[in-house]
């Protein structure tokens, strides 16, 4: 989960930066991931926006970015993501479920849950699938608050 989180600080979404870290049974690390547009799609000519002014969703983020869920199980150096488990730092949409599902990862360790209104019904739709797919779904339960890293020679 540190490492989800420590992906996340590279999201340049200025809103909500989320990370993802896809590991196997025995804890290797296999992916990793946080939301960004898609390669080669520059950040300079997409926008970041939640809403535009004009009301065109096509000024807003929601239809390019990729979630982190999707770039870990992308970023894999593993021919497949079956059986495996994915830490993200925050519970999956919808889209990002059926990914999960369907690249066979088999837990989801999450560490929020976002409780937007306008959007529950996602989340709804999310814990539906998983749960009917077998996905096993858990909070994550810290050990500690925070891991500092610094640099310096050991
Ligand atoms: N699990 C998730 N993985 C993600 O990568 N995201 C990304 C998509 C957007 O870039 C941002 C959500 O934007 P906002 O609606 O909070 O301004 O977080 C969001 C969630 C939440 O479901
Ligand atoms: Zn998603």
Redesign the pocket.
């Known amino acids: 989960m540190a490492i989800a989180f420590l992906s996340a600080e590279r999201?340049k979404?200025p809103?909500?930066?989320?990370g993802?870290c896809l590991v196997s049974q025995e804890g290797i690390i296999l992916g990793i991931g946080?939301?960004?547009f898609p390669r080669g799609c520059s950040d300079d000519k997409l926008p970041w926006a939640?809403k535009s002014a004009s009301g065109d969703p096509l000024e807003t983020?929601?239809p390019y970015?990729?979630?982190?869920?999707?770039?870990a199980i992308l970023n894999t150096n593993h021919a497949s993501a079956a059986g495996q488990k994915l830490y993200?730092?925050?519970?999956?949409?919808n889209e990002?479920a059926k990914i999960i599902i369907q690249s066979g990862v088999s837990e989801v360790i999450?560490f929020v849950e976002?409780k937007?209104d306008n959007?529950a019904h996602?989340?709804v739709a999310?814990h539906k699938l998983l749960s009917m797919a077998g996905v096993k779904v858990r909070k994550h339960q810290p050990q500690m608050a925070q891991i500092p890293i610094k640099f310096q020679e050991p």
């Open positions: 999201s979404d809103n909500r930066q989320v993802a946080y939301n960004g939640k983020k929601f970015v990729v979630h982190a869920e999707v770039n993200v730092t925050m519970f999956p949409c990002c999450y976002k937007i959007s996602v989340y999310s």
